[in-house]
């Protein structure tokens, strides 16, 4: 099978987002499945047209995915449906699905109504995917790893189920009136970013003294944690995308993959999540989807990417968390403002150079 699946760089400074095209052929090349996993901000997403219309010569995208509202992955999409012919998207309308935790929501002051409304108000960027899709009629598919029958061929929606949306959109900031920057928590804790960017730490690691912690259950957003994770198997080369989840949407996916009976740590490709926060991820939930630590020069078995902007560090990407994938077997790539691009054997050849991975740092930010 071959496949091709390119990272598109997003983003400058503190701000990373994700743009994903993906095409892949069970004939040869014959014909392809074109996709596109998040739109990154608007510049993106004419990036993202410009790159499936070049280099995989077509105007049309037989599914996008909207992995969760926040601006650095909804906003281009809607350039990418109004220049582009796409046949399905894979999203979620929280605003369809307000009598499901209305109760739970409501302290009897806020309607039905008015509740709908904040969630299209606090989601714009969905919003309006959401509606250029009803004018256009294009089919949405509600993108839950328990809802049924998408026709993606290699394709499982493995996280988030309808149950574990339904507990993070409870918690989403359009319903609880927080208004804060989409990709960070809280804005006392933006704060504490900033200033840690200004005075970095930094402290030694070695290969076999790993200093990243396993994060706190809500040391990412609920909205990230209701992130699509999308897990292809490309003919028994297993690919995994996460978008921002963090561990307990990453637990569940894990349990989901082997629910569907495909073992974990045989991926041949998993996206870092979140841009490379340590906030996303921790050595448990590592050990169980790739395996535990290697020891140092041993060869690379999978690789990762980690869509992150180009003056994004400390921050994006963390080098404890390049470190500790590096650490468990994977050869390690950034975006940083360059397209990466990931394939099998046998696709066509773009004179593109290859990309450096990132090394093993023995100097990691101190908290
Ligand atoms: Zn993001």
Redesign the pocket.
């Known amino acids: 099978m071959l496949y091709e699946v390119d990272f598109l760089p997003v983003g400058e400074g503190e701000k ?3 743009s994903i095209c993906l095409r892949y052929s069970s004939d040869g090349g014959e014909s392809w499945v074109v996709g596109l996993i998040d739109g990154g901000t608007q510049a993106t997403g004419e990036k993202a047209c410009e790159h499936i219309r070049g280099v995989y010569n077509t105007g049309i995208i037989d599914f996008i995915v909207c992995t ?1 509202p ?1 601006q ?2 909804a906003s281009g999409l809607s350039v990418v449906l109004e220049n582009m012919t796409v046949n399905k998207i894979l999203m979620h309308c929280p605003w369809d699905y307000v009598d499901h935790f209305y109760d739970s929501v409501s302290d009897g002051r806020v309607t039905k109504e008015s509740l709908i409304q904040r969630l299209k108000d606090g989601h714009a960027y969905a919003y309006k995917i959401y509606e250029l899709a009803k004018e256009k009629d294009i089919h949405i598919h509600h993108a839950f790893s328990d809802e049924g029958e998408h026709n993606i061929p290699s394709l499982h929606i493995v996280g988030p189920s309808g149950r574990f949306y339904l507990d993070q959109v409870v918690n989403f900031r359009s319903i609880n009136e927080i208004t804060e920057d ?2 960070t928590s809280t804005g006392m804790l933006k704060g504490l970013m900033e200033s840690a960017k200004k005075a970095v730490n930094w402290i030694s690691e070695s290969w076999d003294n790993e200093k990243l912690v396993d994060p706190v259950d809500d040391a990412t957003s609920s909205e ?1 944690n209701s992130s699509v994770v999308l897990f292809f198997d490309f003919n028994g080369k297993k690919h995994l995308f996460t ?2 989840a963090g561990v307990p949407a990453l637990e569940e996916a894990a349990n989901r993959i082997e629910e569907l009976g495909f073992p974990l740590q045989e991926f041949s490709f998993i996206q870092t999540p ?2 490379g926060s340590k906030r996303n991820i921790g050595p448990t939930i590592l050990n169980r989807l790739v395996g535990h630590p290697l020891p140092k020069g041993t060869a690379t078995t999978f690789s990762t990417i980690i ?1 992150a902007s180009k003056d994004g560090e400390p921050k994006h990407p963390n080098k404890r968390v390049s470190n500790a994938f590096a650490r468990r077997g994977a050869k390690v790539i950034a975006t940083q403002g360059s397209t990466i691009r990931h394939y099998s054997n046998g696709s066509p050849d773009r004179g593109w150079s290859k990309a450096d991975p990132l090394p093993f740092y023995t100097e990691v930010e101190d908290d």
């Open positions: 990373s987002g994700d969760h926040d650095d992955h989409a990709d990230n978008a921002d979140h841009h869509s």
